[in-house]
């Protein structure tokens, strides 16, 4: 297993090529929490590189969304840095952070049920005054999402739990963002639709959308992901290749709900 240094220097060498910065989004030493009570985040450091899933996995309450917040702009750390593609947007609210390429995909659902799939999705792109862009961003989501495009004229409300995610995915991307944050994705979706919403994230990432993702179903989406994060306590406590994680009996023990399963 790496230490975080190992690992991020690894990171380095492999993604130097084609950015500005190694990484897309980085979130260094983050000191973060909600009004008077006590931080949540205490020194948090994560780093996505272009064309990566980065989970991040770890015990309720252990500040996964908090985390989510402070990348998207919703909630402005105590100290610390936020970088986009090197550049430095600590203290940015949620609307530059999107114009920064930095998109939010809730937890729960967020579709509007009365409204069509095309509304919903075309919601997404209402900051785009360039009706070719506009086509060219519904185009590549419809290509993406093929339910999307299958259910086009349909009320929202109609789609099941899972289709509906794809919604989502598909409004979050009509803005073309850099990265995606994704709050629990799976949540209230059984396992084959599950099964399908993951393989959709694995896709938006082939598609070249980086994707920043928390999940309580850890061993699930550190299969799909590039790079597992471990939070404990407010701070990464342990984070390398997803796989490895997946294989180390002593995680699979504490944070990912029993042992490796066998193949
Ligand atoms: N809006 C808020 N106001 C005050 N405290 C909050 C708020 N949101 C979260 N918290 C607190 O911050 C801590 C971390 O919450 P967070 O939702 O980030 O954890 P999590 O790891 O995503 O948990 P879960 O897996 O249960 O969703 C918790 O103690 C929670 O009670």
Same mark, same amino acid.
């Given at each position: 297993?790496?230490?975080?240094? =190992? ?28 009004? &008077? ?19 991040? %996995? ?19 750390? &105590?100290?610390? &840095?936020?970088?986009? =593609? ?93 990265? %995606? ?8 979706? =059984? ?21 920043? !993702? %928390? ?17 404990? !306590? ?30």
């Amino acid at each position: 297993m790496a230490s975080d240094s =190992d690992f991020h220097s690894d990171f380095h060498s492999g993604h130097r090529a084609d950015s500005r910065s190694e990484f897309l989004l980085e979130l260094d030493d983050i000191r973060a929490g909600y009004g &008077r009570a006590a931080l949540v985040l205490r020194g948090l450091t994560v780093r996505v590189p272009a064309g990566a899933i980065v989970c991040l %996995v770890g015990p309720n309450g252990a500040g996964k969304s908090t985390v989510l917040k402070v990348a998207s702009g919703l909630l402005t750390p &105590r100290s610390g &840095r936020i970088l986009v =593609d090197g550049e430095d947007v600590t203290g940015s609210g949620p609307q530059r952070m999107l114009a920064a390429g930095v998109a939010h995909v809730l937890q729960g659902h967020s579709v509007f049920s009365e409204m069509t799939v095309a509304e919903n999705v075309l919601l997404g792109g209402y900051t785009l005054r360039d009706k070719a862009l506009l086509a060219e961003r519904v185009a590549f989501v419809r290509d993406l999402f093929p339910v999307v495009a299958e259910r086009w004229t349909d009320l929202a409300g109609l789609l099941s739990g899972g289709q509906q995610k794809q919604v989502e995915f598909a409004r979050s991307l009509m803005v073309s963002p850099r990265v %995606v944050l994704l709050d629990e994705p799976s949540m209230g979706l =059984d396992p084959k639709a599950t099964g399908v919403v993951f393989e959709q994230i694995v896709r938006m990432r082939d598609a070249g959308t980086a994707v920043l !993702l %928390v999940e309580q179903n850890a061993r699930r989406a550190l299969e799909a992901a590039d790079t597992g994060c471990v939070l404990d !306590l407010g701070r990464v406590h342990v984070s390398g290749p997803a796989r490895e994680l997946l294989a180390d009996p002593q995680l699979g023990e504490l944070y990912l709900g029993g042992r490796p399963a066998r193949h």
